[in-house]
DNA sequence: GATCGATTCGGAGACAATCTCCACTTTGCA
DNA sequence: TGCAAAGTGGAGATTGTCTCCGAATCGATC
């Protein structure tokens, strides 16, 4: 899937330049504010470089995306290795919210994308979808949790704490939306 | 708020007439397809006259949202009167989901909206929020709810489960999402 | 029902962002 | 070292957004 085209080593050099500055302004939140091919004038190359790496500002986003994937995957595979099954969902969760409150203008800017109906992340999606599933689903077998439910509630749960990023009270009312979602998802005697 | 401009006769069949045809396209899910000033024609007025009445796509956006959301709000009072508040909050809940199922392409549109910075749709979600908030709280009066959760994360459950339009499962899931707010509201023993 | 000032209309065109195209440069293999 | 393939970069075409203002419409008044 990535490995198809052994890239020449400046095409190689300017690509991650370009990913490392779409981090860079996506992180601040600006990813938006930018005209597209003030990227390229950032990074230091042509629009048509920019372009034919990038073919449009969601294929972009979706590089910087995959790293942030990844990493959140590792540390659900790690919580999943240390923990009972029901503490790694738990500390998966919290976590998550910790880690969007620390990025705030990440979160602001992947709802954005999330809602356009261009699916761009939906693929860069399905690693950390497998993650939450494989939490849940260790959790059920415990009998921690209870088996009635799709996994896929849980992720829209965390899909709308990240895209209700502008509420004034985010923070505690993120934290009330992972207890209620936690609480219910005990077994109901 | 509404009544500070007793506006001209043929100024508020424009406006009128912009509005209907927004909400057509709205909820078919091509108002973000559309050059705005294609609205212009579709509803048979100049561009000129449209971006008098709206200055911005958000602003007309706003218009057609303001409809919704006070049928809604109709809805839950309607429901606070008629039934216990556990209950009312209940079905007020899985009513939502029906009504986003049955408009997907409104939940669409508004999902993007409410993901852009722009807030253009915060003033008109007070008072969704309010007829929410007001259903727990009676809810918690009678008993039947935990106080230790703020009913905005309620709000953000419902955000979830708009912004999440394109899953799959989006049914399944919406329902389990609601089923795991409603169960983690409960009182925990 | 004719007059007139105020309001609204409408679309031509200025402006701004996106994206394409291709002459030139760089790479790395033989 | 030479050369074909791969990559570069930016000028300018394209497309969507928004403004401006002369013409048309309204409705209050006589």
Redesign the pocket.
């Given at each position: 899937m990535t490995a198809a085209?052994p890239?020449?080593?400046?095409?190689q050099?300017?690509?991650d330049v370009l990913i490392a500055k779409a981090r860079e302004i996506f992180d601040a939140g600006e990813f938006f504010d930018l005209?597209?091919?003030?990227f390229a004038r950032l990074a230091?190359?042509?629009?048509?470089?920019l372009?034919?790496?990038f073919?449009?500002?969601e294929a972009l986003a979706e590089a910087v995306y995959h790293g942030e994937v990844a990493a959140l995957c590792d540390r659900a595979r790690r919580l999943q290795a240390t923990l009972p099954a029901a503490e790694a969902l738990a500390t998966f969760l919290r976590g998550m919210v910790d880690h969007i409150a620390a990025h705030k203008g990440l979160a602001r800017t992947l709802a954005t994308l999330m809602a356009d109906r261009s699916g761009a992340l939906a693929e860069g999606s399905l690693a950390l979808e497998q993650a939450v599933t494989d939490l849940v689903a260790a959790a059920v077998r415990d009998g921690a949790v209870r088996d009635d439910v799709d996994a896929g509630a849980v992720m829209m749960a965390l899909h709308g704490i990240g895209a209700a990023h502008d509420r004034p009270a985010w923070r505690a009312e993120a934290d009330d939306v992972i207890t209620l979602v936690l609480d219910g998802l005990r077994r109901p005697l």
């Open positions: 085209k890239l020449r080593a400046d095409a050099r300017n690509r005209r597209f091919d003030d230091g190359v042509g629009t048509g470089t372009y034919r790496h073919p449009t500002r």
